[in-house]
């Protein structure tokens, strides 16, 4: 089994910066892509950056040049650098992995998520 563990959420005030990391841990052969996704209330969850195994990334367009995603040496973990918040990055930020946990097994798979509350 696979576990994701997010950490950073809170609450900030428009303009501000957040934080998220998240560490993927158990019986991973390898991941192929980690990223973040946010749902916010009454939307559906949607894509905000990505990054692969090789460093390619791609984002919402909505953030773009306010966000960076980026993975630690270990490779198991992913951080989401968010800056000049506004009120409408308010949402649950989720963690994603796409893991490969046998030979010809890949997976998907999720974190608890973490609230990001932008508000004055």
């Known amino acids: 089994q696979v576990q994701l563990v997010e950490s950073g959420g809170g609450l900030v005030q428009p303009g501000g910066s957040l934080r998220l990391s998240c560490a993927a841990s158990g019986s991973i052969r390898s991941i192929n892509s980690m990223g973040w996704y946010r749902q916010a209330p009454g939307k559906q969850r949607e894509l905000v950056a990505r990054i692969t195994s090789r460093g390619t990334t791609n984002y919402e367009d909505s953030v773009k040049g306010r966000f960076a995603i980026s993975r630690g040496n270990a490779k198991n973990t992913v951080y989401l650098q968010m800056n000049s918040l506004k009120p409408e990055d308010t949402a649950v930020y989720y963690c994603?992995?796409?893991?490969?946990?046998?030979?010809?097994?890949?997976?998907?798979?999720w974190g608890q998520g973490t609230q990001v509350t932008v508000s004055s």
């Open positions: 994603h992995a796409y893991v490969q946990i046998a030979a010809s097994s890949w997976t998907d798979y």
